[in-house]
C-alpha cells in the first residue's frame, strides 16, 4: 500500500492520559500535515512539516499537543493530558514538495479516532 | 483569517436529478480542493482546481472555480445513491504559481443523501 498510513486507527484513553499517534507519508512526500475533525465539522489545520522541519502551527495546538517529524519521514502527535474535548478524528496528510506548476494535492490517511472519557 | 462557507450543508435530493453546491471563500486564493468523506472514513480527494475559469469534470460530478468571484461549484448531474457522502471544499491562500500557505482551511461540508 503506497498511501498515507495512520497507527492506531482508534484509541480509547481516560481523561489525563497522554496518547500518541504516529503517521507514515507517501513515500518521497516531504510535507506532512496534522489535522483535526470533529463530528460535523470539516479537518482544522493543526501543524505542517517540511522535511524535518515544523514550518507552520495553528493557535489550536495548545502545549500539550506537541508532533515530531524526527528524520524527515514518520511523524508522531503526541497529546499529553488529555481531555474530553481533544476527542475527534486525527488526520494527517502528506505532498510532495510544490514546485512551479505543482498542485500541493495534499493525500490524507485513514485518520486515528480519539476517543477519552 | 480564511473563511470557508459551503452551501447547503445538507442536501437530500432524488436520483436522476441535478443539483449545484457552493463554495464561497473569503481571501485571495487560485487554489481549490474538493474532498469526498464516507461515514467513518478519511477524505478522498475529487477535485483540484488552479485558476480562474478551471472546470473538471469526472463522471456525474462537475467543479469549477472562479476566482474573482471567490467561489467554487460542485455540479452533480442525474445523481445515483454512490454519490451519498460527505462533500468538503477547501482552499490555500495565496497564489498557485508563487508562495503561499499551506494551511488547508476547509467549509463545514454539505452532507448529501441520495433518494431512491
Known amino acids: 500500500d503506497t498511501g498515507v498510513s495512520q497507527n492506531p486507527r482508534h484509541k480509547i484513553t481516560k481523561r489525563g492520559q497522554n496518547v500518541t499517534f504516529r503517521c507514515d507519508p507517501i513515500?518521497?512526500?516531504?510535507?506532512l500535515y496534522w489535522y483535526r475533525q470533529t463530528l460535523g465539522q470539516g479537518p482544522e489545520f493543526l501543524t505542517y512539516f517540511q522535511n524535518e522541519a515544523q514550518l507552520e502551527k495553528s493557535r489550536l495546538l495548545s502545549d500539550r499537543f506537541s508532533a515530531e517529524r524526527p528524520k524527515g519521514s514518520f511523524s508522531t502527535l503526541e497529546i499529553q493530558r488529555t481531555e474530553q474535548g481533544d476527542s475527534a478524528m486525527y488526520l494527517c496528510?502528506?505532498?510532495?514538495?510544490?514546485?512551479?506548476?505543482?498542485?500541493?494535492?495534499?493525500?490524507f490517511g485513514p485518520g486515528t479516532r480519539l476517543t477519552v472519557l | 483569517e480564511l473563511k470557508v462557507e459551503q452551501n447547503p450543508l445538507f442536501l437530500s435530493m432524488q436520483e436522476g436529478k441535478n443539483y449545484t453546491i457552493y463554495c464561497n471563500y473569503s481571501?485571495?486564493?487560485?487554489?481549490l480542493y474538493w474532498y469526498r468523506q464516507d461515514p467513518g472514513k478519511s477524505l478522498e480527494s475529487l477535485f483540484v482546481?488552479?485558476?480562474?475559469?478551471a472546470v473538471k469534470q469526472e463522471g456525474r460530478l462537475m467543479a469549477s472555480l472562479d476566482t474573482k468571484a471567490r467561489l467554487s461549484t460542485l455540479h452533480i448531474t442525474a445523481a445515483v445513491h454512490d454519490l451519498s457522502a460527505t462533500y468538503f471544499c477547501?482552499?490555500?491562500?495565496?497564489?498557485?504559481?508563487?508562495?503561499?500557505?499551506?494551511?488547508?482551511?476547509f467549509g463545514k461540508g454539505t452532507k448529501l443523501s441520495v433518494i431512491p
Open positions: 481571501t485571495t486564493s487560485d487554489r
Open positions: 477547501a482552499v490555500l491562500p495565496g497564489s498557485y504559481s508563487g508562495a503561499g500557505s499551506y494551511q488547508l482551511t
Open positions: 496528510a502528506s505532498s510532495p514538495q510544490l514546485l512551479a506548476g505543482a498542485n500541493n494535492e495534499q493525500f
Open positions: 482546481l488552479l485558476s480562474n475559469g
Open positions: 513515500s518521497e512526500h516531504n510535507r
